[in-house]
């Protein structure tokens, strides 16, 4: 054994065998405690890669990680992929330049793996899968939309019209929780499939939610209900958009969380077409003149042979045979009718014919005179006059309309505390550089812990008296003269006893009076 692990050793040695064996433990679990105490702190964050992949999006990005050895975890439904913090946002960037996650299904990308032995059948195959697939990524990004699922009925085409069968599709949503699809957004889903495949008809186009309730109509089937539906929706639009209005002024008045807004509308979806026609007796129109006039003269009367010749003027010739005087005649005659006035209306379908609106108003929250700075804050109602003013912006923001039969009501009624004022910022410690400051001053913390509570009481336990032996010495010959007059100390101390030995025997009446005297003085 070395000569300076011997000296190391030597308080160790120098125990009994129980305080060694306690020594050793006490040393041991120190070692393990403060071991997994650092393995505790510097274990990996996992974060989220991508979370709800199917099957084979999360076996590509599996076979991608390990190409790049980037450690990783799998969740226990198998639906999400989890790697270090540090890592996550390059990992997406990567991944999505490979473009993965697809999204579930096959899309046109099955067209990039060229084989030359594929039949007709099996590319046409091959096409509608890619379509299904394509449809399916791109119905998955709508909000509120989990995932979607395509199938295609395409059927061949034919020489003749009578014999070709139109083209179907179906679409299977799995929503979010809590979340479903207006009839607008369906129809959009319906649109998007038949713009899509070439020469399909919406109406051939069903959409199913994953509990199998029928999303979509058809838009031939009932003319009827495709208007009540059309109709609600555009009331319901009108009130939410009637209610943030509200909302938005209010919180500016009196402030964020502090008051609700609910706005109930009716529409008169009548449709009127009104025919007016007036008359006015007091003013006379011209409704048709005609006029005609004749005037007469002097008639000349032709003679000789009949003919060109016979009736052509002759210069110098004989008179005429005969004439007569003329005269003149006119005629005018008016038509006059009673003025008239035609007028055709047709009034809007869908006019507003009443609003009511309903809104609740949180009071006012004061500290008490005199009360402490950490106080719970006193309600107060709002004023009269502040409920007034609420409810004149409120009739002037709605459009108002007493004749008509609006409603506005504003009531005071004190909130209860759910917390839902607003998004609490995030707590200190969840920001990352708090989060790694911490760690490590739990691990120094351990450490501070480990120095006092376990090695300073146990180097306080190895602290013993050491022999004489052991004790250093400067040389030879300095250990000689200590040895001898140790030696000598000890023989005077054994010849002092020997000669009080020797006095008792010799006169043991005296050393009983010197004992009596040393006692008696005692007490």
Known sequence: MPEG?????????????????????????????????????????????????????????????????????????????????????????????????????????????????????????????????????????????????????????????????????SVVLKMKSNRSLRDSEVQGVVHLVASSIEGMDPDNVTVLDSRGK??????????????????????????????????????????????????????????????????????????????SEEKGGTTTTASGVPGVQSNMARTGGPAAAGSTGGGTKSDETLNYEVSRTTARTFEPEGALSKISVAILVDGKYELSPGAKPDAKPKYQPRSPDELSKIEALVKSAVGFNAERGDQVTVANIPFQDTGEGGMEPPAWYEAPIAQLGIKYAVIALGFLALLLFVIRPLMKVLKVEKPASFLPVANEAETSRMLEEQRREQEKLRLTQLELVEKVKQDPYQVAQILQNWLTHKE
Do not use: C, W
């Open 214 to 291: 029928m999303l979509s109509t058809s838009s031939s089937s009932d003319p009827a209900t495709r208007l009540t539906g059309a109709r609600q929706e555009a009331q319901r639009q009108f009130e939410k958009g009637t209610e943030d209005k509200l909302q938005s002024l209010l919180d500016k008045v009196v402030g964020t969380g502090r008051s609700a807004a609910r706005v109930s509308a009716s529409f008169d979806m009548k449709k009127v077409e009104r025919f007016e026609e007036r008359y006015d007796p007091e003013t006379a129109a011209v409704r048709s003149e005609q006029r």
């Open 5 to 169: 692990l011997k000296k190391l050793l030597e308080p160790f040695l120098a125990l009994s065998t129980g305080k060694r064996l306690v020594v050793a433990g006490v040393a041991l679990a120190s070692l393990l405690a403060f071991a997994a105490l650092i393995v505790v702190a510097n274990k990996t964050d996992y974060r989220p890669l991508f979370s709800n992949l199917n099957s084979d999006d999360a076996g590509e990005i599996v076979k991608k990680l390990k190409e790049q050895k980037v450690p990783y975890q799998i969740s226990d439904d198998g639906k999400a992929l989890l790697v270090p913090a540090d890592k996550v946002y390059d990992l997406r960037l990567s991944l999505a330049s490979d473009g993965l996650p697809q999204g579930g299904g096959i899309g046109f990308e099955i067209f990039d793996r060229k084989n030359f032995g594929m039949t007709e059948f099996v590319q046409k195959l091959n096409y509608q899968r890619a379509l299904q697939g394509e449809l399916s990524r791109t119905i998955s990004q709508l909000s509120g939309v989990e995932s979607a699922r395509v199938h295609l009925a395409i059927p061949e085409k034919s020489l003749f019209k009578e014999a070709e069968k139109p083209a179907t599709a």
